[in-house]
């Protein structure tokens, strides 16, 4: 999970039903939006670590039916 640089996570959700992917610091601060749609069977999201300090952060997804978070950390 570790990454420098740029980390691609993929996401699947319900046909038809949209999310968005928001990427937080470890305070819970938004730091970005990284996907807002309807990704059906899937969809790449890119993570540019680069621009980011090292630490922990959380990808999160939400949509209607579904909710999930991934942890994922920069390193230098």
């Known amino acids: 999970n570790p990454f420098r640089g740029r980390t691609v996570l993929r996401v699947s959700a319900a046909e038809g039903e949209a999310v968005e992917v928001a990427l937080f610091d470890a305070l819970g601060r938004h ?3 990284l996907y807002a749609g309807a990704p ?3 969809a790449e999201v890119g993570i540019d670590g680069r621009a980011l300090p090292p630490g922990t952060y959380l990808v999160r997804m939400t949509g209607e039916t579904v909710r999930a978070t991934q942890r ?4 230098r």
Do not use: D, L
């Not at 994922?72 to 390193?75: D, K, L, R, Y």
């Open 40 to 42: 059906g069977a899937g």
């Open 72 to 75: 994922v950390t920069v390193v």
């Open 31 to 33: 730091i970005e939006t």
